[in-house]
């Protein structure tokens, strides 16, 4: 008797989940069709606007699964609606999202020219013409304060999460407590204590250490409740693996449980910097506002994106309105490379 052996590179194990053309044109004939009878109840009915129509669309498509039951299998009409309700569901999420980012662009993108992001403001008004002066002060002020923050918050951040998940000391719940408080204080209340403490008794004057202090304060909830999730994660038999080798508690957290959440941690960081970016209440009361380009951050004022949003807007001109905008523009942006940057670290060499 012989036996043939099929080689394991000529077996292809079938995919009994994957899409067929046939299922994704039955999901788009779906949503076509809730489309036009979104479109005939726009125009029947007091509906108007593009989330009108998007009201009727959700409302096709309930009607429209729940006929659609009676006339085909029931695994495949449940398949069906399903998927058009996770669609329909993310396109919900989105709406708010897409409407921000829209709203923000189009109204900053007046402001906009050649030297934008390269001059400041030290010889333009807020109402002058928009091909004058810029933001190159507030960016540059944003970003170093965002800097001294980081280095001030995201290691005590890690550190108390540390201290909460892996040590478990006597005092973990009092650390957990008191993150947890923080979290409530209002931004406002972190300025007025900078200011007391910093602006006042150290430095008499407004400074960008004092601004970042007081976004640091702002931060540390974010990141430590954050950064306590993310370690969570971490599977029990990773550490066990590691103590029985004869790894000590610090080598395991240091060379085990920290780099298998590394994504996690740098995630809990820049939602912790998105958390504080466009502050301004603090700001006001910390570093103030400066219309020259600067960078020295132990004395003097200096300027950041919020508070040049909040002084061009209170000019109330139509050219300082659309500079506001602008910067609004240009703060969303700052954000969108932080996260993309961040993430792309965080991705690199995944599973080393």
């Not at 125009?43 to 009607?63: D, E, I, M, N, R």
């Not at 029990?236 to 959440?261: I, K, N, W």
């Not at 006001?284 to 300027?303: D, H, P």
Request: glycine residues 10%; proline residues 4%.
């Amino acid at each position: 008797m012989t036996t043939t052996f099929v080689p394991d590179t000529l077996v292809k194990p079938g995919r009994p989940w994957r899409r067929t053309h046939r299922s994704t044109l039955a999901t788009l004939g779906f949503m076509a069709v809730a489309g036009l009878s979104s479109t005939g109840i726009v125009a029947v009915t007091g509906l108007a606007g593009p989330l009108g129509w998007y009201v009727g669309f959700v409302f096709s498509l309930a009607v429209l699964g729940f006929l659609g039951s009676f006339f085909r299998d029931r695994v495949v009409a449940v398949d069906l609606f399903a998927t058009v309700l996770i669609c329909t569901a993310f396109m919900t999420v989105l709406i708010p999202w897409v409407s921000i980012f829209y709203s923000v662009i189009k109204r900053g993108a007046p402001a906009f020219y050649k030297g934008y992001l390269t001059t400041d403001m030290l010889i333009t008004s807020s109402g002058e013409a928009l091909n004058l002066g810029g933001l190159s002060h507030a960016i540059v002020g944003t970003l170093l304060m965002l800097t001294i923050a980081s280095l001030i918050c995201i290691p005590l951040g890690i550190i108390a999460a540390i201290y909460i998940v892996e040590i478990k000391g006597r005092f973990a719940g009092v650390v957990r407590f008191l993150t947890q408080a923080m979290s409530g204080v209002p931004s406002i209340v972190a300025g007025l204590f900078i200011y007391a403490t910093l602006v006042i008794l150290v430095f008499h004057s407004f400074s960008g250490i004092a601004g970042a202090c007081a976004l640091a304060i702002l931060m540390l909830p974010t990141v430590t409740r954050t950064a306590e999730e993310v370690l969570k994660l971490v599977p029990d038999h990773l550490r066990a693996a590691s103590y029985a080798l004869g790894a000590s508690q610090a080598q395991t957290t240091f060379r085990v449980v920290l780099p298998s959440v590394r994504s996690g941690l740098i995630t809990a960081s820049v939602l912790g910097l998105a958390r504080v970016a466009g502050e301004t209440a603090p700001l006001l009361l910390t570093s103030g506002y400066f219309i020259k380009l600067t960078t020295n951050v132990r004395e003097g004022a200096i300027g950041s994106l919020p508070t040049y949003i909040f002084s061009t807007l209170g000019a109330g001109t139509t050219e300082a309105v659309t500079r506001a905008w602008g910067g609004a523009c240009v703060l969303l942006i700052l954000i969108l490379i932080l996260f993309i940057g961040a993430r792309s670290l965080g991705g690199r060499n995944k599973g080393r």
